[in-house]
């Protein structure tokens, strides 16, 4: 069975960083491209980042470019993002899935991050 | 980065009745290899979303047959022939042919 498993995520100050884990099971890791989706409270989801199934190939949203860095681990079947100076805007459900072009498509259960003022 | 734009935002529909939703972006989704990354999405209330149609009109496993995508560059469609009680959520275009990756605006659906 695919499990996406999300973690890392809880309440936190505006400022800090934060590094949000999604550990993979049931499918080959290491042959899919990535990415993290968010959704804020009530509101709609948003492209956050991707990776391709190497590491290379890291592409960002505008709205977080320069404040996030995604990365993986093939080796423990892991993906990551760091997000950097927090701010209430950040504040969402992440999710993270897998190749949304391929033939199948997974998604975690999600982990909420809330930013504090 | 491509603008996705649902319609309609609200969609009551009566039970066994059909519902469209559709979605357009600001450029056309066509791929170079002739492949087009128009993607739909269903999230339940309290749950995950999970992909309905990929790559315009390929079911994904397991959903019903009564969901079914169609359209072409700019101009998309996800169907619903009959809807079902289990139908009620919000519904998601997304397109993954020019990174950044992006979604529409989201349409939910009630039940009248």
């Known amino acids: 069975e695919v499990q996406l498993l999300e973690s890392g995520g809880g309440l936190v100050q505006r400022g800090v960083s934060l590094r949000l884990s999604c550990e993979a099971s049931g499918f080959t890791f290491s042959n899919y491209a990535m990415i993290w989706v968010r959704q804020a409270p009530g509101k709609g989801l948003e492209f956050v980042s991707s990776i391709g199934p190497s590491g290379g190939s890291k592409i960002y949203a505008d709205s977080v470019k320069g404040r996030v860095t995604i990365s993986r681990d093939n080796s423990r079947n892991t993906l990551y993002v760091q997000i950097n100076t927090l701010s209430t805007d950040d504040t969402a459900v992440y999710y993270c899935?897998?190749?949304?072009?391929?033939?199948?498509?997974?998604w975690g259960q999600g982990t909420l991050v809330t930013v504090s003022s | 980065e491509v603008v996705m734009t649902q319609s309609p935002l609200s969609l009551p529909v009566t039970l066994g009745q059909p519902a469209s939703i559709s979605c357009r972006s600001s450029q056309s989704l066509l791929y170079r290899d002739g492949n087009t990354f128009l993607h739909w999405f269903q999230q339940r209330p309290g749950q995950s979303p999970r992909r309905l149609i990929y790559?315009?009109?390929k079911r994904d496993s397991g959903v019903p047959d009564r969901f079914s995508g169609s359209g072409s560059g700019t101009d998309f469609t996800l169907k619903i022939s009959r809807v079902e009680a289990e139908d009620v959520g919000v519904y998601y275009c997304m397109q993954a042919t020019n990174w950044p990756a992006t979604f529409g605006q989201g349409t939910r659906l009630e039940i009248k």
């Open positions: 899935m897998t190749d949304p072009n391929w033939n199948n498509a997974y």
């Open positions: 790559q315009v009109s």
